[in-house]
């Protein structure tokens, strides 16, 4: 569709509550799309909204482990990483590649 190459990618970390690896997940996220026009949206899984736990489901993308990291690009979303947390540079490149 025209104009969807300009909207900024959504990442989306979901966690919850005595996740060891989320705070981590949310320092590298935050450090890797400070100061850019990438949105970062943190998702308490145990309170999700059903219109979004709808919208995984339509894209066939399922939330198995804390810290899960998805991205919307384009209307899309896709699963990053699931139960890990990857560093600056990994995330940035799996982003980049996406958009």
Known sequence: MPGEQDI???IY???QDGCVKCPAAKAVIQEAFDGTN???ETVDL???DSDFEFKLLEHQV???ST???????GGNLRLL???EVPTVEQIRRE????A
């Open 8 to 10: 900024a990618p959504t």
């Open 13 to 15: 970390l979901f966690t």
């Open 38 to 40: 990438v949105v970062l």
């Open 46 to 48: 145990e309170a999700m």
């Open 62 to 64: 399922f939330i198995a």
């Open 67 to 73: 810290p899960s990291i998805i991205i919307e690009n």
């Open 81 to 83: 990483y699931s139960g």
């Open 95 to 98: 982003v980049l590649d996406a």
